[in-house]
């Protein structure tokens, strides 16, 4: 019975989270939460929470094809390469980190995370009132910052989105769609890499773990459908809210 009722639990929390992805992001508070409440060991969780939203990054990058093709092929290629090291470098990090290490680190990801959704437009909007009077001659600074978010992409999922998206304002690039579009894109890339890592490691619950990639798939689907009837602004009020939730349900948990 017990077993069913973890099964049913994960299948919600990753349903969920795929109607979150599809509307505002945040997917991510509801489905590693879920996987530690039944269960599974945080590094396994962490690492089964990247795979169950992993899908929803292909359907975002096939919505902006348009906009990739209209880019250079040779920087995609290069800032693909990037992530896809970030993302398998920031997974191994992970699957070296101690366990009792990385439950210590939990509740500070999760704060940073749900700050840094919370502030998720002001920040924003500050990066694209700067994004003109920033250096853009040269790409090596921009390079080494998506190494460095990508490497956090690859250990902890939560809040890439937003720092993906502010620092291809900062550093210029001036058309929300195309800042989107590099996002999803190489959001997918670091996902997928670093996901393939936790599998060659043997680091995935599988159960839980495919359960939960169909329910996030469905998720995501009527997300996508429920996105032009919902308002946003609550939706992220309710996620920001969840993170909170179970950020103090974590620090309480050290004690």
């Not at 191994?92 to 919370?118: D, K, N, Q, Y």
């Not at 390079?143 to 291809?168: C, E, K």
Request: aromatic letters at 10%; one cysteine or more.
């Amino acid at each position: 019975m017990d077993s069913l009722l973890h099964i049913g639990l994960l299948a919600i929390a990753a349903f969920g989270a795929g109607v979150l992805n599809a509307i505002a992001g945040g997917g991510s508070f509801l489905t590693f939460p879920a996987l530690i409440f039944t269960g599974v060991p945080p590094i396994v969780a962490n690492a089964t929470s990247a795979l169950a939203v992993s899908p929803g990054y292909l359907g975002s990058t096939l919505g902006f094809k348009a906009e990739l093709q209209a880019l250079p092929e040779r920087r995609l290629w290069r800032e693909m390469g990037i992530c896809a090291a970030g993302g398998v470098a920031g997974a191994l990090l992970l699957l070296v980190t101690p366990a009792h290490l990385f439950s210590g680190i939990v509740p500070w990801l999760l704060l940073f995370a749900t700050v840094l959704f919370a502030a998720g437009p002001s920040i924003a909007r500050w990066a694209r009132s700067h994004a003109q009077a920033t250096d853009t001659g040269g790409p090596s600074w921009r390079d080494v910052a998506l190494l460095a978010v990508a490497i956090y992409g690859g250990y902890f999922n939560g809040g890439l989105g937003i720092l993906l998206m502010a620092l291809y304002s900062v550093a210029g690039e001036t058309r929300l769609n195309v800042v989107n579009a590099l996002k999803n894109l190489n959001s997918l890339v670091l996902s997928w890499l670093s996901v393939a890592a936790f599998v060659i490691a043997g680091a995935i619950a599988w159960r839980e773990g495919m359960v939960m990639m169909v329910a996030a798939t469905a998720g995501g689907f009527l997300g996508a459908r429920w996105s032009k009837r919902l308002p946003a602004q609550w939706v992220r009020l309710g996620v920001i809210v969840i993170g909170l939730v179970m950020t103090a349900v974590f620090f309480a948990r050290l004690d």
